[in-house]
């Protein structure tokens, strides 16, 4: 499976970015997550897709700012993110896994398909 991260960009604190996932295969058949890395810091979950539902999950730092969408005509997972703060600075990678991992979620190595990632950089 291919992913594909991008939409990302410059924007003030206060301002939006929507980020695009598109893969190779449909994305409903996947669990599709975003995650993002600081400098210096470890790779954190964002937010995650659940295969086969409409179920999402979001870590509490964007939960009502940032909106997972999907468009599978498309095989595009989309990330609306609102609100922006400096805090939300980093590269954004989408990953995505085929197996069950409910629980693990969170966890990077629940993964085993990644893009490349796509910078996000909000400026105060």
């Known amino acids: 499976v291919q992913l594909q991260a991008s939409g990302g960009g410059s924007v003030q604190a206060g301002g939006s970015l929507r980020l695009s996932c598109a893969a190779s295969?449909?994305?409903?058949?996947?669990?599709v997550a975003w995650f993002r890395q600081a400098p210096g810091k470890e790779r954190e979950f964002v937010a995650a897709?659940?295969?086969?539902?409409?179920?999402?999950h979001y870590a509490d730092s964007v939960k009502g700012r940032f909106t997972l969408s999907r468009d599978n005509a498309k095989n595009t997972v989309y990330v609306q993110m609102n609100s922006l703060k400096p805090e939300d600075t980093a590269v954004y990678y989408c990953?995505?896994?085929?197996?069950?991992?409910?629980?693990?979620?969170?966890?990077?190595?629940?993964?085993?398909?990644w893009g490349l990632g796509t910078l996000v950089t909000v400026s105060s």
């Open positions: 295969r449909r994305t409903n058949t996947m669990t």
């Open positions: 990953a995505a896994t085929t197996s069950a991992i409910l629980s693990r979620v969170r966890e990077v190595d629940a993964y085993n398909y």
């Open positions: 897709f659940f295969r086969w539902s409409a179920s999402t």
